[in-house]
C-alpha cells in the first residue's frame, strides 16, 4: 500500500494508493476495472487512467477555484506524478502493451445491487461453483477474449451472480448445507438476469471478467495444497498429448461428456468444479507416471 502525505495540506492527512488488484476495497476495485475497459477499448490514454484512478483512491474532491496558469500547471503536474503509483498495477508485455496484473484469487466483489436487489458472487477461489457453472463461464470469457461486447460481460455476471437463496440465515444450520448463500445455477434463468445487469456499471461487469481471468491465471500456474498434498495444476495445461484438449480453457465441454453418458450430463455438470478439476489432476499424474514407466522400461 503506498502512503500519501502533502505536509502543505493538513486536512489532507495521510492517504493510501493500493499497490494492486488485491489491495482494492471493491469501490476501488470497479473504479480501475471501469477506467481500464475503457483504456483497453481505446476511449482513454494510459496516462489519463492512471491519472483518474489515483485521484479517485485519494477521494480527491474538485476544486471551484480559479487557478493561474503556473497553480493549474503545478496541480496538473503534481496529479501525473501521483498517477505513476498506479504503474505497480500493470507489467509491460513483449509488444510493449500495459497488462494488468491479476495475481489474486479471492473475489473482489463479494456481492452488488444493480437495482434493488443484492446479487452475490463466487466464493474466493469459486470453491462454491459447480462444473457446469464455471463450464458456461469460462465459454462467455473465452469469446469475450476473441469478441468483446458488454452483452458477453452482462451474460458472464448474470451466470456467477444470483440472488440469495430463502431463509439463508437458517439453511446454514441444516444438514447438508454446502456453504454457497447463492441460489442454484439454473442455466434456463440465466437471461432474466441479463436483464437485470443493464443496470450495472461497466466497472462491475468488466470486474467480474478481470476476476475470472485471475482464477483462469491461478488454476494454470499454482501449487496447491490438497489432501496433504501438494498439487502442481499447471500439468493440466502441458501440450505434450491429446489430454490437453480436455483441460481448462481448451475444451471443458469435452470433460464433461467424458465425466458422464449423455442421459447423465446434468448430474455431471452439479459436480463441484473442485472435484472435478482433482479428478481431472489425478488422471494427468497416472498418465504422466505410466508414461514414466514405459521409457524406464524402454531402456
Known amino acids: 500500500m503506498h502512503?500519501?502525505?502533502?505536509?502543505?495540506?493538513?486536512?489532507?492527512?495521510?492517504?493510501?494508493?493500493?499497490?494492486?488488484?488485491?489491495?482494492?476495497?471493491?469501490?476501488?476495485?470497479?473504479?480501475?476495472?471501469?477506467?481500464?475497459?475503457?483504456?483497453?477499448?481505446?476511449?482513454?490514454?494510459y496516462e489519463t487512467l492512471c491519472v483518474q484512478a489515483v485521484h479517485s483512491f485519494l477521494d480527491l474532491l474538485p476544486s471551484s477555484k480559479e487557478l493561474l496558469n503556473d497553480e493549474a500547471e503545478n496541480k496538473w503536474g503534481n496529479m501525473y506524478q501521483l498517477g505513476e503509483l498506479v504503474e505497480s498495477f500493470f507489467t509491460t508485455?513483449?509488444?510493449?502493451?500495459?497488462?494488468?496484473?491479476?495475481?489474486?484469487?479471492?473475489?473482489?466483489?463479494?456481492?452488488?445491487?444493480?437495482?434493488?436487489?443484492?446479487?452475490?458472487?463466487?466464493?474466493?477461489?469459486?470453491?462454491?461453483l459447480t462444473f457446469g457453472e464455471y463450464v458456461d463461464a469460462l465459454r462467455v470469457f473465452s469469446q469475450f477474449s476473441v469478441t468483446p461486447s458488454i452483452d458477453l460481460l452482462r451474460t458472464l455476471a448474470a451466470i456467477l451472480?444470483?440472488?440469495?437463496?430463502?431463509?439463508?440465515?437458517?439453511?446454514?444450520?441444516?444438514?447438508?448445507?454446502?456453504?454457497?448463500?447463492?441460489?442454484?445455477?439454473?442455466?434456463?434463468?440465466?437471461?432474466?438476469?441479463?436483464?437485470?445487469?443493464?443496470?450495472?456499471?461497466?466497472?462491475?461487469?468488466?470486474?467480474?471478467?478481470?476476476?475470472?481471468?485471475?482464477?483462469?491465471?491461478?488454476?494454470s500456474t499454482s501449487v496447491i495444497p490438497w489432501g496433504g498434498r501438494e498439487l502442481d495444476l499447471s500439468i493440466l495445461y502441458k501440450d505434450d498429448d491429446n489430454f490437453a484438449e480436455a483441460v481448462p480453457g481448451r475444451g471443458m465441454d469435452s470433460v464433461l461428456t467424458s465425466l458422464a453418458d449423455a442421459a447423465d450430463i446434468e448430474n455431471a455438470r452439479k459436480l463441484s468444479l473442485w472435484d472435478v478439476l482433482m479428478r481431472l489432476y489425478d488422471l494427468k499424474k497416472q498418465d504422466m507416471d505410466r508414461k514414466l514407466n514405459e521409457k524406464k522400461n524402454e531402456k
Open 3 to 45: 502512503t500519501v502525505e502533502i505536509p502543505e495540506n493538513k486536512d489532507f492527512g495521510l492517504r493510501y494508493v493500493p499497490e494492486n488488484l488485491a489491495e482494492c476495497t471493491d469501490e476501488q476495485y470497479m473504479v480501475l476495472c471501469g477506467l481500464l475497459y475503457r483504456y483497453q477499448s481505446a476511449q482513454i490514454s
Open 93 to 128: 508485455n513483449e509488444e510493449g502493451q500495459k497488462v494488468i496484473v491479476m495475481d489474486f484469487g479471492h473475489n473482489p466483489i463479494k456481492r452488488f445491487r444493480p437495482l434493488w436487489r443484492w446479487y452475490y458472487g463466487p466464493a474466493d477461489y469459486n470453491f462454491n
Open 161 to 219: 451472480y444470483r440472488q440469495k437463496k430463502p431463509f439463508c440465515g437458517l439453511r446454514r444450520y441444516l444438514p447438508g448445507y454446502d456453504g454457497d448463500k447463492r441460489k442454484k445455477y439454473n442455466v434456463h434463468t440465466v437471461s432474466f438476469r441479463e436483464k437485470t445487469f443493464k443496470y450495472a456499471p461497466i466497472g462491475f461487469l468488466y470486474g467480474v471478467y478481470i476476476a475470472f481471468g485471475a482464477f483462469q491465471k491461478f488454476i
